[in-house]
C-alpha cells in the first residue's frame, strides 16, 4: 500500500511525518511505500495511494480524493499518527 | 557524501533562546537571522519563510508549541542548514490546536532530501515530551547544543 505524506512543500514537515508514518506503519504491520507530495502535487498524487496523512490546515485544501485524508495534529507524536492510521484503515 | 548529522546542520551559533517576538512574523524572523548569521541563507530567504505561511497558513506549526519555518529551495539559500530561536513568551500563528509556539526551527534546504535523515531524527528527538521540556526551557545555547548532540551520539550507537 502507499501512504501519501502532504505539507505545503515537501521539504519540511512532510519528512518529519513520512518518518513517523513509517514507523506506525510497521507497527501496525503494514507493508506500507510512504511518499512525500507538496500541496501543489497532493491530488495528482493521491490517485495512487491508499491514505493521505496532513495537517488541518493542508486537509481542506487538498478536498476529497477518493481515498481517507488522516489530519495529524502534532507531526511529531508517534501513538498519535498511529491511531488514527489504524482508525484510517480499519486495521 | 554522508549526510551532515544534526548537530552539524544546527550549529551552537544558530540556536538562541528568551526571544522577545511580538508576532508570527517575528518569531519566523528571528529564526530566519540565525540562519543568515550562521550563513545558510541570505536575508531574502526570511521574507520567503513569511511568504510561505500567507500562502498555506499557520500549518508549519508541526506540534503543539513548534513551528518548523522554512520555504523551498532557492538562489537565497546558501547551504542547507537548521536554526533554534526559543520565544521568552510564546508566540500566536493561528493554528486550531498547536498555538501557542514556544519553539521556532528554522530550515533552509538547497534541495528535496539532503537533509532528510537530519530531520527525521530531530523529529525522534523532540518526540520524548521530558526531553522537548528541557530543551525548550533552557536558556543557554551551549546546554541546548549539548543535550542535541548527547542524543545524537546516544542514537547512533
Given amino acids: 500500500m502507499k501512504i501519501l505524506a502532504v505539507c505545503g512543500m515537501g521539504i519540511g514537515t512532510s519528512i518529519m511525518l513520512k518518518s513517523n508514518a513509517e514507523k506506525a506503519a510497521a507497527s501496525l504491520g503494514l507493508d506500507a511505500d510512504v511518499e512525500v507530495a507538496d500541496i501543489g502535487t497532493a491530488r495528482g498524487a493521491a490517485a495512487t495511494a491508499d491514505v493521505v496523512l496532513t495537517s488541518g490546515e493542508l486537509a481542506a485544501e487538498i478536498g476529497d480524493v477518493g481515498i481517507p485524508v488522516v489530519v495529524v495534529d502534532s507531526f511529531i507524536d508517534g501513538d498519535e499518527v498511529r491511531e488514527k492510521l489504524s482508525t484510517a484503515l480499519g486495521s | ?157
Fill in chain 2, 1 to 157: 557524501m554522508a549526510e551532515a548529522s544534526l548537530s552539524q546542520l544546527l550549529p551552537q551559533d544558530a540556536i538562541a533562546a528568551g526571544i522577545e517576538a511580538a508576532d508570527w512574523r517575528a518569531a519566523i524572523r528571528a529564526a530566519g537571522d540565525l540562519l543568515v548569521a550562521t550563513g545558510a541563507a541570505t536575508a531574502d530567504y526570511i521574507g520567503e519563510m513569511h511568504t510561505a505561511v500567507e500562502a498555506y497558513g499557520p500549518y508549519i506549526v508541526i506540534a503543539p508549541g513548534i513551528a518548523l519555518a522554512h520555504s523551498r529551495p532557492s538562489p537565497a539559500v546558501l547551504h542547507t542548514g537548521l536554526s533554534w530561536a526559543g520565544m521568552r513568551t510564546p508566540v500566536e500563528f493561528g493554528h486550531s490546536t498547536n498555538d501557542p509556539v514556544r519553539l521556532v526551527i528554522g530550515l533552509a534546504a538547497v534541495d528535496h532530501d539532503g537533509h532528510s535523515s537530519a530531520l527525521s531524527r530531530l523529529a525522534r528527538m523532540l518526540s520524548d515530551p521530558g526531553r522537548l521540556a528541557r530543551l525548550t526551557e533552557a536558556t543557554d545555547p551551549a546546554e541546548i547544543h549539548r543535550t542535541i548532540s548527547e542524543y545524537e551520539s546516544s542514537e547512533a550507537t
